[in-house]
T-cell receptor, first 111, second 116 residues
Framework: AQSVTQLDSHVSVSEGTPVLLRCNYS??????LFWYVQHPNKGLQLLLK??????LVKGINGFEAEFKKSETSFHLTKPSAHMSDAAEYFC?????????FGQGTELSVKP | NAGVTQTPKFRVLKTGQSMTLLCAQD?????MYWYRQDPGMGLRLIHY???????AKGEVPDGYNVSRLKKQNFLLGLESAAPSQTSVYFC???????????????FGAGTRLSVL
């Protein structure tokens, strides 16, 4: 069975400190993996995607994620958090034409 | 660019009432999807369509019906709303996955539905 697990339901960081949002997946196939962000009362926006090219993927707004097959992980990072990063983040695995979403991680950024 | 447009943005229903959510995309995408988002559960796929005139069940299809009469529109219907259907509904579309690496789903802004 294919699934994706986000290890933290809520992460709180101070502005200017690093962000780490953890995601593990299980898939019988070589997965396509994504991170989406959802700001309050907004739709979902694609942050970045991994599709079997480079294992380190750079996205928008300074975010990046590293695909580690040995650890079945696709953690999202950012060197320095900004107040505007406060949002909910979803790790997603794609199987065929369908997306399977993680439970979401709410990121809070303190001044 | 409009992208994916959902109407309405908000709706309150009484138990037993019916309604239709409309999703429209202007990107000529073949695939369209309806998801529901509930706290702590991420997004779950309700129904999807791989082209005009086709529909298929997703993870949580019970209590919902869909239609794809036109390529650009994907309708989600609730025939008899229940409180358990209180949720935020998202529509998405994507191009035909002949090149899976480019098959990104684009999402609408969501519809917040409350069933009393």
């Amino acid at each position: 069975a294919q699934s994706v697990t986000q290890l933290d339901s809520h992460v709180s960081v101070s502005e200017g400190t690093p962000v780490l949002l953890r995601c593990n997946y299980s898939s019988s196939y070589s997965p396509s993996l994504f991170w989406y962000v959802q700001h309050p009362n907004k739709g979902l926006q694609l942050l970045l995607k991994y599709t079997s090219a480079a294992t380190l993927v750079k996205g928008i707004n300074g975010f990046e994620a590293e695909f580690k097959k040995s650890e079945t992980s696709f953690h999202l990072t950012k060197p320095s958090a900004h107040m505007s990063d406060a949002a909910e983040y979803f790790c997603v695995v794609r199987i065929g034409g369908k997306l399977i979403f993680g439970q979401g991680t709410e990121l809070s950024v303190k001044p | 660019n409009a992208g994916v447009t959902q109407t309405p943005k908000f709706r309150v229903l009484k138990t037993g009432q019916s309604m239709t959510l409309l999703c429209a995309q202007d990107m000529n995408h073949e695939y369209m999807y309806w998801y529901r988002q509930d706290p702590g559960m991420g997004l779950r796929l309700i129904h999807y369509s791989v082209g005009e005139g086709t529909t298929a069940k997703g993870e949580v299809p019970d209590g919902y019906n869909v239609s794809r009469l036109k390529k650009q529109n994907f309708l989600l219907g609730l025939e008899s709303a229940a409180p358990s259907q209180t949720s935020v509904y998202f529509c998405a579309s994507s191009s035909f996955p002949g090149q899976l690496a480019k098959n990104i789903q684009y999402f609408g802004a969501g519809t917040r539905l409350s069933v009393l």
